[in-house]
């Protein structure tokens, strides 16, 4: 997030410059959400933000990063959208202290978001005391997802722990097909990092490293396990899947819907691929949470923001989208077939579908599940740290004692 920090030098007077538009509750929505399943999803919400009396302007960017920086960069300029997204986490903290997104705490009071958002969700949308972003959604960053019909074809079942997970990728390789479908890019590599650690430390590990910082976690043989873990997953994609680097994370997920590929470790949005292409949980593929049995789950998110641009009748736009987006029927409508699960808990779970199901029960319970590590490290760390499991993965000149030694000096160095 180092281009943020270059609007510390004047952007919060550029944007309060901007002149007002003339149309009321006409809302630009800046969005990385361009897959089938995501645009599938994002238009429940502009469907409903039109039909409350409002015009939604889509601004949809392929690409996490490049809508992050393309957010940025119109902030910079003065000329930013009414509304953007970010992830839940802690990466849009220096916008808010650079003055530039207005506070929606006008919205929170009316609809007693202090009491709706889970805890770990509300105190990242809230910066002194004041909330300044919207959360839409709670996602399991932590799933396997399957193909069924290529599991029986194997003659395996779901795996339930590691061995059971490397005894079927071998059956499936056998039977010629890829046992795994990953992306080869740097935040899939993390994710799957973090998936691992998942499943052998749990939420005890996981806290005393990144929510403590406890460096003591890095020596541990529970740690050692897991990058000997993430070892071999690594090595079984490349010896079988030669077009995993560089592959999107829905070009994988349409592997396993395809046919060409078993499983695959990805977050719940991946569900929103499975619902595009019309395929039925439990007929056509399968889902467990936390990719093992009992496995802490790892929660994240998305939220939008809302800049300043001096305009009135802006802010009444971004007003009616920060309601229409939380209205419970609303909130059904787009995690349905986003993936996702609401963010507020007194919906009619019921409309959920099976996976949702589980995910809603595991995010209502504290002691099973976790943050992304997005919430409770810094940008900075968080990059440095994906950098060291994408330099992992991708060489072969690093053993696995050098990923611990390099993770621990990037704790050390980065605040």
């Known amino acids: 997030m180092k281009l943020i920090k270059t609007l510390l030098a004047g952007v919060a007077v550029a ?45 949809g960017v392929g690409g996490t990063d490049m809508a992050k920086s393309m957010l940025t960069n119109r902030l910079m300029g003065g000329n930013p959208p009414q509304v953007g997204q970010f992830n839940t986490s802690r990466e849009f903290e220096e916008l808010i202290d650079a003055g530039v997104l207005n506070n929606i705490d006008a919205e929170a009071e009316a609809g007693n978001w202090g009491e709706l958002f889970p805890p770990i969700i509300d105190n990242l949308v809230k910066r002194n005391g004041h909330y300044y972003a919207l959360p839409v959604n709670i996602h399991g960053s932590n799933w396997l997802w399957y193909n069924i019909d290529l599991l029986e074809q194997a003659g395996v079942e779901p795996p339930s722990d590691w061995d059971s997970f490397f005894a079927a990728a071998e059956k499936l390789q056998e039977a010629g097909i890829v046992p795994l479908a990953l992306g080869g890019q740097a935040w899939q590599e993390r994710l799957t990092f973090n998936a691992v650690l998942l499943t052998i430390g749990g939420q005890d590990l996981y806290l005393r490293l990144f929510q403590d910082r406890d460096l003591s976690a890095l020596e541990s043989d529970e740690m050692k396990q897991v990058v000997s873990t993430y070892t071999r997953l690594r090595d079984l994609v490349r010896a079988t899947d030669s077009g995993s680097p560089g592959r999107s994370w829905n070009d994988a997920t349409n592997m396993v819907i395809s046919g060409k590929a078993a499983m695959q470790i990805m977050g719940d949005w ?53 309601t229409t987006m939380l209205d419970p029927k609303v909130q059904v409508a787009f995690n349905n077939v986003k993936g996702s699960v609401p963010v507020r808990p007194d919906v009619d779970a019921s409309q959920m579908d099976a996976c949702g199901q589980q995910a809603i029960k595991l995010t209502s319970d504290a002691k099973v599940h976790v943050g992304s590590t997005s919430m409770y490290i810094s940008p900075d760390l968080a990059g440095a740290l994906q950098d060291i499991y994408t330099e992992y993965w991708n060489s072969e000149g690093m053993s696995e004692e050098d990923v611990l030694s390099l993770m621990n000096s990037a704790f050390k160095s980065i605040d």
């Open 270 to 322: 991946a569900k929103g691929e499975f619902i595009a292409a019309e395929k039925e949980i439990g007929k056509d593929y399968g889902c467990v949470p936390a990719v093992l049995p009992g496995s802490t789950y790892m929660i994240s998110g998305d939220v939008f923001v809302f800049p300043k641009t001096g305009s009135d009748a802006d802010r009444e736009a971004q007003s009616l989208m920060a």
């Open 15 to 59: 944007a309060v410059a901007m002149p007002a538009l003339a149309d009321t509750k006409k809302a630009e929505v800046l969005h990385w959400w361009t897959s089938s399943g995501e645009a599938a999803a994002i238009k429940q919400f502009a469907e409903a933000y039109n039909a409350a009396g409002g015009e939604w302007i889509d601004s």
